[in-house]
């Protein structure tokens, strides 16, 4: 394992080889690539390693539109545990470490399904869990906020200007997604999940859409370059933006291709694994392979699978029994406005096929409630008025359903989804949304993290449920203890927000503190005028 000055010296290498600087010289996101690709160099080998180890095992798959995963370069240091001294020894250089904050973090998600979803993979890791992420890898993120004359101006986050060191593309692992506005390639790029220690690694692997033919001039006379221009322009255009504005038609047909490429991609690679060691007998299929549909956006994940089983020659009936037995669905929100639900023909403009096989799992639940003389309400059907509710079809589609929360998973089986809860009562479970204590703790409080320690030792960034530890501890010196620490974090806050803003800020004042673009499904303005009024 590489060691803290090792690293820095082939980072130092790097920078003078590529930009002719030295550190001293480098600009934060140079010196943020020399440091990534020199960590990304330290992990490859145990990378490879631990992809091979868990390649016989049981795997497990998280499907999710959005992954937060912050700034990767003081994460994967500190979980390689070279983040202090490299640090430390940046300083002792003449460089301050806290300029890779200027370095914006990929924009793969947006808010606390994306976070939850970096959280399940960060844990996962960490516990040995054989878990595979997937998502898309976009161009832009939601936006980029900035405040000119006091008012938020909305700009393109354009994230991987400077480069992406933290991504492996993997063209040779590229899949074809066939829709009905025109097939794209879909191709892999892999990052690396570190665990706590370095004694795992797992991997996110992101989608990018690219058109099937390369775009060049020479081979092409003007009219067919034109076209081929276009079709390059059309495939990418699918990945450009994180959720694309749905108020109009073009916008939701964006959004239905970004979900498709997403789930059928990800089956045919997961599919692809799985033929590898038992060639095309499915029957170990759900024994094998488990998957988290994380909210409603990949819930076509399982039209999906019955589709590309039947390719195979499975039946229907045995390919909706495998693909309950494989998905899990995590619901999100109890906003009916939020609970996705797509036209018929919308979804038929881009993927007719999952549409009949919608139909097909429909007619199968109608036939079902038939059979226990159960009446289909309003609020148990997959398709209603020509839409189909994503949120239904991944209930019973799946064989597990949770909130993310013990209220909101109580409120989804009183109100929500109280007929299917009445249903299906076995299915309905919670799990509540932890941290990632590495990060959130670890990381971002290196000084409670001290004081933690300094009661009851290490342990708890692997295990929360050691923090009860402190209870015997709970006296009025640690209450001094943590209000100190409390104290010395708010200092910082003063001292970063004062050279932001212009003028100085006591540390005694009451923050109330968002971290959030101002988007407007958000309520961030409702909570200023309440601070008013107050």
């Known amino acids: 394992m590489m060691n803290a000055q090792q690293l820095l010296k082939d980072a130092e290498q790097r920078l003078m080889t590529e930009t002719h600087k030295t550190l001293q010289e480098a600009a934060a996101w140079e010196l943020h690539n020399a440091l990534s690709g020199a960590a990304m160099d330290a992990l490859a080998p145990v990378w ?42 940046l300083r002792e250089k003449g460089v301050d470490p806290a300029i890779l904050e200027d370095v914006e973090d990929d924009a793969f998600g947006n808010g606390g399904l994306g976070r939850l979803a970096a959280c399940f993979l960060d844990s996962a890791v960490t516990c040995g869990v054989p878990l595979t992420g997937y998502g898309l890898r976009f161009r832009y993120g939601l936006f980029k906020q900035v405040f000119l004359d006091g008012r938020q101006c909305e700009l393109p986050d354009d994230w991987s200007r400077f480069g992406d060191p933290w991504s492996i593309r993997r063209p040779e692992d590229a899949v074809i997604v066939s829709m009905k506005t025109g097939n794209v390639l879909a191709v892999p790029y892999d990052m690396p999940v570190v665990g706590y220690g370095m004694k795992n690694i797992g991997t996110l692997r992101l989608w990018q859409t690219e058109s099937l033919h390369e775009v060049d001039f020479p081979l092409f006379n ?77 819930s076509m994940a399982i039209p999906e699978l019955i589709r590309l089983l039947g390719e195979d020659g499975v039946n229907f009936e045995q390919a909706f029994l495998t693909a309950r037995e494989i998905f899990a669905y995590t619901n999100h929100t109890v906003m009916q406005e939020a609970l996705e639900k797509w036209d018929l023909a919308l979804l038929s403009s881009v993927c007719p096929d999952i549409v009949k096989i919608i139909r097909q799992i429909d007619r199968r639940f109608k036939k079902e409630m038939k059979a226990a003389g159960q009446t289909v309400s309003p609020e148990l059907c997959i398709i209603e008025k020509n839409r189909v509710h994503m949120a239904w079809l991944a209930t019973y589609g799946s064989h597990a359903v949770n909130g993310v929360a013990e209220l909101h998973s109580e409120i989804l089986k009183k109100d929500v989804f109280a007929s299917w809860y009445k249903l299906y009562p076995e299915r309905f479970q919670n799990k509540t949304n932890g941290i990632t204590q590495r990060r959130w703790l670890g990381l971002c409080n290196p000084e409670l993290c001290d004081l933690i320690a300094g009661k009851i030792g290490h342990g708890f960034e692997t295990d929360l449920d050691q923090l009860e530890k402190l209870l015997p501890h709970l006296d009025s010196d640690l209450c001094a203890a943590f209000r100190r620490v409390k104290r010395t974090k708010k200092e910082q806050l003063t001292r970063d927000l004062s050279l932001r803003v212009g003028f100085d800020l006591s540390p005694d004042m009451v923050f109330d503190v968002q971290v959030k673009r101002l988007h407007e499904y958000k309520r961030q303005f409702m909570n200023a005028l309440s601070i008013l009024v107050i």
């Open 222 to 298: 003007q009219q067919e370059y034109a076209k081929a221009a276009a079709d390059k322009n059309k495939a990418e255009d699918i990945v450009k933006f994180l959720y694309p504005n749905d108020t109009r038609k073009q916008g939701r047909q964006l959004r239905v291709k970004q979900q498709y490429v997403l789930v059928s991609a990800t089956l045919q690679d997961i599919l692809r694994a799985y033929r590898k060691r038992h060639g095309r007998d499915y029957s170990f299929l759900a024994k094998e392979v488990a998957a988290q549909l994380n909210d409603t956006h990949p």
């Open 48 to 89: 490879s390693r631990k992809e091979a180890e868990r390649f016989p095992q049981r795997q497990a798959y998280y499907l999710s539109m959005e992954y937060l995963v912050g700034r990767l370069v003081y994460n994967n240091l500190y979980c390689m545990g070279l983040l202090d001294e490299v640090s430390a020894l």
